[in-house]
């Protein structure tokens, strides 16, 4: 039976298992969203097409699965690429699909004509424009498999008008060939066995994990391998979820905003495993200072991410998940050999407690005014164990990292790697569409969350009820610190002035506004909160110069951490 | 230091804009790309002189490979390889240096393959060291034009390439 490219592209993403995508109609993508009418596949209209990707980024990053967004040409298109930017620094797999002017316009400056494939190239894993109705059902196959094999990440397909309305016969590829793209997925053994080796005899190991741990689902076997090694865990932005917080062998976040004790540990170590990490500059501080004692063992899928910042002495490529059930099988062999390395790991975790009894993540209360730490701390204890928690970019996210506490993997959703103010809203609201019965908290500030406030309109018309914490010290928080710390506290352009009543805000789009003012109110705020029904904003007038701390300024090493301002 | 590498892909739209695109946007150098169709019309070689430290030229070589359009890649630094551009030289011909331009011609094999009362187009073919002579040589007569292709290279011996 003879089908137009828009009925194809939607039958191949039901055949790809999409259940729900997240975009925003125009002249270019009419047709699709005429077929769309009849299809099974939900469609979310959000209100702004950043917040449609970022939505789908959510998505993908609570369920694991592909996410997918929708936008026309030209404008439509164009605001999609801080969304896809983002999904490419976190690996977040992705398809999106944006409308394209006929193909016989391409090239002539047509209305709402760009070239997104051109525009698109450097922050995609691959790109596609599409130009003959036959190519259609097998680019968007390929589009799949590209965005979750090897390392994931998004993937556009720019479709032009005349090729959603061609015909032609479907026929949806059951297998992808793609002679230039075979992602290794399976772990050299004999590179295991010598990491084995290397763990076994090394005195003061740190396992340093990323985001890969998250994107493999591999957090049993992290916490397999952890423990039969009796190793510190440590976690970047993006690995935070994947070991739990209050284990005790986990040393919280490293870096910039890291724990004493992480860095401490990372720059005393002997050996630093590297679990689906890449060495990013907030993690390591200045390079030439970083792990100096430690020998290097690399885990990752994406081979230019091996010796890109730092030496490894010892590279495996490979699923992380795959490389990890080895290694815990091959210590299964040893057991006698485990034994004495974990006798020999006791004076290191030893070490490691001092380091953290003498500086625990920590924060001076107060009885006056909020502390940004203490809402963290309490949300934490008020919300349920699998809520998933979403932030924008900032002082507020980087408390979340530090002081929430994750337990389940899969639950912090964040933006690492781009750093997206405006990412946490609608990542929440692609998490709950995703989740509908689990608590979906979206930690912001006041000035991330006016990036994209807009999206109060989707949650309420879609009754997602995301709880939204504001934060708000009235300022660009992050950037006043800096400022404070290296500009002699001269505040150019980061206090906001206008102050926002975020309540009448919630109440303008149909939603519930919350305030509190002083910390005797903050935990009747979100009891309250999480009791109503629908989306509600917590506001919470915070201390206003309140710093993140510990902090390794900008280029200096880990262990010059400043501990507090 | 200067690699020469070779690069196999899909004879596609875009190809080189990624390629290209990648170098830019990694702070990579390129001193020379050249690329043509092979035997298979569906794949393309290219032909690119990069230059950078170990640690550089280990990620050009991982960042290639990493594009989906990318098939296969050989770095020919280190190894025997046989190495050719060519360019075409409009020179200056004057009553007196005529017969000294034909001389330097003949010398590096080159041909004169245009006429005119006042210049020669010369087209020679060589390694890129021999280009440079030859074309140090011609310079004193007055270079009005020149175009150089830009390396292509082969490795020496029976060995073949899939994909050539």
């Known amino acids: ?565 | 230091m200067r690699h020469t590498i070779s690069v196999l892909v899909e004879n596609e739209f875009g190809v080189l804009t990624r390629i290209a695109g990648l170098f830019s946007g990694r702070g990579f150098n390129i001193e020379s790309l050249s690329v043509a169709p092979t035997l298979d019309p569906t794949l393309s070689r290219m032909t690119i002189v990069t230059s950078g430290d170990d640690r550089i030229i280990e990620q050009v070589n991982k960042q290639l490979n990493k594009l989906i359009d990318t098939i296969k890649i050989i770095d020919f630094t280190g190894e025997d390889f046989i190495e050719r551009e060519m360019a075409l030289i409009k020179v200056n011909a004057e009553d007196s240096t005529r017969a000294e331009i034909l001389r330097i011609c003949d010398i590096f094999r080159g041909k004169v393959v245009d006429v005119t009362p006042k210049c020669y187009t010369v087209e020679v073919t060589g390694s890129p060291v021999k280009v440079n002579a030859i074309i140090d040589l011609l310079r004193p007569m007055g270079i009005k034009e020149l175009v150089r292709s830009g390396p292509v290279v082969l490795g020496r011996g029976p060995k073949g390439w899939k994909g050539n």
């Open chain 1, 1 to 565: 039976m003879k089908l137009t490219g828009s009925k194809i592209l939607l039958e191949s993403l039901s055949l790809e298992g999409v259940d729900t995508i997240f975009g925003y109609p125009g002249g270019t993508v009419i047709n699709i969203y005429d077929d769309l009418m009849g299809s099974s596949i939900k469609h979310i209209l959000t209100r702004h097409e950043q917040a449609a990707v970022h939505a789908a980024d959510g998505y993908a990053r609570a369920t694991g699965k592909v996410g997918v967004a929708i936008a026309t040409s030209g404008p439509g298109a164009t605001n999609t690429i801080t969304g896809i930017a983002n999904a490419y620094m976190d690996s977040i797999p992705m398809v999106v699909i944006t409308g394209q002017v006929p193909t016989g316009l391409i090239g002539n400056d047509a209305f709402q004509e760009a070239d997104l494939v051109g525009i698109t190239r450097p922050i995609t894993k691959h790109n596609y424009l599409v130009k003959d109705i036959k190519d259609l059902a097998r680019i968007i196959k390929q589009a799949f498999y590209i965005a979750r094999t090897g390392r994931p990440g998004p993937v556009v397909v720019d479709l032009p008008k005349d090729i959603q309305m061609a015909t032609t016969k479907f026929e949806y590829p059951e297998t992808v060939e793609l002679r230039g793209y075979k992602p290794t997925f399976s772990g050299n053994v004999r590179m295991i066995e010598k990491a084995i080796k290397m763990m076994l005899s090394a005195k003061k190991p740190v396992l340093y994990v990323g985001g890969g741990a998250t994107l493999t689902d591999a957090h049993a076997e992290l916490m397999e391998l952890a423990e039969t090694l009796q190793a510190p865990v440590t976690t970047t932005l993006m690995g935070m979820a994947s070991f739990p917080t209050r284990h005790p062998l986990s040393l919280g976040m490293l870096g910039m905003h890291g724990t004493y004790y992480a860095n401490m540990a990372v720059t005393n170590s002997d050996l630093l495993i590297a679990l689906g990490a890449r060495f990013d500059d907030r993690v390591t501080g200045k390079i030439d200072t970083f792990a100096p004692h430690a020998k290097i063992i690399h885990v990752d899928v994406d081979p230019t991410s091996i010796k890109k910042n730092v030496r490894v002495d010892l590279p495996i490529v490979g699923d992380l998940r795959d490389v990890l059930k080895k290694m815990n099988k091959a210590l299964g062999e040893k057991k006698e050999d485990v034994a004495q390395a974990n006798e020999a790991h006791k004076p290191w975790l030893e070490e490691i407690a001092a380091w953290r009894k003498e500086h625990p993540m920590s924060y001076k209360p107060s009885k006056t005014e909020i502390k940004p730490q203490f809402v963290i701390e309490k949300l934490r204890e008020l919300s349920n164990d699998d809520a998933i928690i979403t932030t924008e970019v900032g002082q507020h996210q980087m408390w979340t990292a530090q002081f929430f506490e994750f337990t389940q993997p899969r639950t912090f959703l964040s933006s690492g790697g781009l750093g997206t103010m405006g990412y946490g809203l609608p990542a929440a609201l692609g998490a709950q569409a995703a989740f509908p019965e689990r608590q979906v908290i979206d930690v912001s500030g006041d000035g991330s969350f006016q990036m994209n406030s807009q999206e109060l309109a989707t949650l309420v018309q879609y009754r997602l009820p995301v709880k939204i914490v504001i934060l708000n010290n009235n300022f660009l928080g992050m950037v006043r610190q800096w400022q404070q710390l290296f500009f002699d506290k001269r505040y150019s352009q980061t206090c906001m002035e206008l102050p926002i009543d975020f309540t009448k805000l919630a109440e303008a789009y149909g939603a519930t506004g919350l305030k509190a003012t002083k910390p005797e109110e903050v935990e009747e705020v979100i009891k309250k909160a999480f009791a109503t029904p629908g989306p509600v904003i917590m506001e919470f007038k915070i201390s206003r110069e309140e710093n993140v701390m510990p902090m390794v300024p900008s280029g200096a090493a880990l262990n010059e951490m400043v501990l507090a301002s």
